[in-house]
């Protein structure tokens, strides 16, 4: 069975910095796209950064203009985890964060930045930033 359990939310300040971790379980995702999206209350979902393999032990990170500069994807494949480095937390980053996995594999597509490919999801976790 596939799990993805999300870690490392919690309230800070603006300014400062968090870094979410998403470790998987029933499946190696070394080769399938792993998004990170968010959803603030009364919001939709939004996408947020992904990461896909872009052959031997490399891969491709990519993030919305939103968090550019700011936050940074990323991946350990010996740890089955993906990582949302985020700095600089402005109070509207407050959100409940996503990540997801797209098990049919592939590389880098423009569909990435929408749910519609992921077909596994975590639980989610608050993230809160205080003005």
């Known amino acids: 069975q596939v799990q993805l359990v999300e870690s490392g939310g919690g309230l800070v300040q603006a300014g400062g910095s968090l870094r979410l971790s998403c470790a998987a379980s029933g499946l190696t995702f070394i080769r399938y796209p792993m998004g990170w999206f968010r959803q603030a209350p009364g919001k939709d979902r939004e996408f947020v950064a992904v990461t896909t393999w872009s052959g031997d032990r490399s891969y491709y990170a990519y993030t919305a203009d939103a968090v550019k500069g700011r936050f940074t994807a990323s991946r350990d494949g010996a740890k089955n985890t993906v990582y949302l480095q985020m700095n600089s937390l402005k109070p509207e980053d407050t959100a409940v964060y996503y990540c997801?996995?797209?098990?049919?594999?592939?590389?880098?597509?423009?569909?990435?930045?929408?749910?519609?490919?992921?077909?596994?999801w975590g639980q989610g976790t608050q993230v809160t930033v205080s003005s």
């Open positions: 997801a996995a797209k098990s049919q594999g592939g590389t880098w597509d423009v569909g990435l930045l929408t749910t519609g490919p992921y077909d596994y």
